[in-house]
């Protein structure tokens, strides 16, 4: 909690009960100092028996050293729920004993008849007293009638939409578009003020004009922009793809890839790391670890959330964008850039995330441009789940990735696979790992579910437009 400042210390009154609530103290900056006294007692004995003895007590104190942080617990402690049980006569029963599985049990502890107990989902998030003034109900005129509500003035359980005016599109569209909105060319104008945002749009430009399919993480690693420009930077130039195999890429204006085979080598490729004894290595052993872990989840009353600042349009203009005048470390040219990792895959390295959103002509490995073009010349329908490609291509691409990445795991850690087979089967491995099994192949994609390390980049996005 100390190496974290914006954690908040736990103090459990029942550690032992996993139903306790715990209270929360803040942390604060002082300048004490830590002092050691000792009290030492000596005894005198008098000469008559009837006098009382005397007692000479000394003190002694040492600076240990100085603190320069404390925590102090300010909140409430009452939030406390106990699994108890009220009887008919009101006397209150434990039922710890009951609820709690401390051991292996038997059938027989699972089909006893116990009251009912349900916890509280969730405490309140507020362990300190606020004043709450409550306000008289408004007298009205009579005859009067409340005006009609519209969905302006109601507070919804979603935030606000954000203005970046992107425009989404489905594979079933019929048609695409071939400019952004008013309100998209607007926003970029207000925004667009300086030499640097410019040079920033032309070179966008060219990148579209190379390539009509780009990612966000594909663009933030070849221009330096800030991200907050290149929300409203994208939709100026692109729109966005949101079903289909080019689904979660920015796709140029006027450009459609469903009617041009050779827009194949741009779609996208979700690979997820595979991860169990299945593969040889448990999801502790990868090399790649969980950007986030329900182990690790801190509940919000725990967490000092720090006060977030608006970015306005005039803060873009001055300070947050690749023109401000701040003290930055690295140069303008490259201080926005994410590295190449984050869109391409090479042989011999680890992804960055356990999930990725790759495009296919960002695999750059032999091997997996063969799968990609085995139907080159030969393309005759465009579909939602293959595209250009051949049927399950996209399934045959993860199989060859993911034993790529389990022999670079095997070298980095052979520990793992000390009890695994032998080299000499390697065609065996590798159907074992592509699972020929059609039907265990479809279970388990019906089954795997987002690591907690995924970056998913497509909802990401997505939440940032709507």
């Keep these: 909690i100390y190496a974290d400042p914006a954690k908040r210390l736990e103090l459990y009154f029942r550690p032992k009960d996993p139903y306790c609530h715990p209270v929360c103290a803040n942390r604060f900056p002082t ?33 240990l050293g100085t603190v320069a942080t404390v925590y102090k617990f300010q909140g ?3 939030f406390q729920y106990l699994a108890m049980h009220s009887g008919p006569d009101g006397k209150q029963t434990s039922m710890y004993d ?14 006893k008849e116990l009251p009912l107990y349900i916890p509280p989902p969730i405490f309140s998030r507020l362990d300190t007293p606020v004043d709450y003034f ?16 519209s969905g302006e003035n109601l507070i919804g359980l979603s935030r606000a939409r954000r203005p970046h005016n992107a425009i989404f599109v489905n594979f079933d569209d019929k048609e695409i578009p071939t400019k952004p909105l008013d309100a998209a060319v607007q926003t970029w104008k207000k925004v667009c003020t300086n030499p640097v945002d410019k040079k920033v749009e032309e070179e966008l430009r060219k990148l579209f004009e190379v390539r009509p399919v780009w990612s966000r993480n594909a663009v933030k690693a070849n221009i330096s922009v800030h991200p907050d420009k290149l929300k409203l930077l994208l939709p100026y130039l692109a729109y966005y793809m949101l079903t289909g195999p080019w689904r979660s890429l920015w796709v140029r204006f006027g450009y459609d890839p469903r009617k041009h085979p050779e827009a194949k080598i741009y779609q996208v490729l979700d690979f997820r790391i595979r991860c169990g004894m299945k593969y040889g290595y448990a999801p502790n052993d990868m090399p790649v670890k ?3 872990s329900t182990y690790n989840y801190s509940l919000p009353i725990t967490v000092k959330k720090p006060v977030s600042h608006t970015v306005s349009v005039h803060d873009l203009k001055q300070g947050l964008g690749p023109s401000g005048a701040g003290t930055a470390k690295k140069p303008a040219s490259s201080r926005y850039k994410l ?11 680890l992804p960055p995330y356990r999930q990725m959103f790759y495009q296919l002509c960002d695999l750059n490995v032999d091997s997996l441009q063969k799968i990609i073009h085995r139907n080159d010349g030969t393309e005759s329908e465009c579909t939602e789940r293959d595209g250009w490609c051949l049927p399950k291509t996209s399934d045959d691409l993860r199989d060859t990735m993911s034993l790529m990445i389990k022999q670079i795991i095997r070298s980095t850690r052979p520990a793992l696979f000390s009890n695994t087979t032998s080299s000499e089967d390697g065609k065996e491995q590798l159907a074992y790992e592509s699972g020929e099994d059609d039907d265990d192949e479809e279970e388990e994609e019906e089954d795997f579910k987002p ?16």
Excluded: C, W
């Design 451 to 466: 690591s907690d390390g995924s970056e998913n980049e497509m909802e990401t996005e997505i939440l940032d437009y709507v």
């Design 31 to 63: 300048s004490t100092m830590l002092l050691k006294v000792k009290r030492r007692t000596k005894k005198k004995k008098q000469l008559d028996s009837e006098e009382e003895i005397q007692q000479e007590v000394q003190f002694e104190m040492e600076i």
């Design 134 to 149: 409550y306000r008289p109900d408004i007298q009205h005129r009579e005859g009067y009638n409340n005006p009609p509500v």
């Design 290 to 292: 969980a950007k986030r």
């Design 339 to 349: 590295k190449e990792s984050i869109y391409i895959f090479r042989e011999g390295a």
């Design 76 to 78: 409430m402690s009452d």
């Design 98 to 111: 009951k609820v709690l599985m401390l051991k292996p049990e038997k059938e027989e502890f699972f089909n």
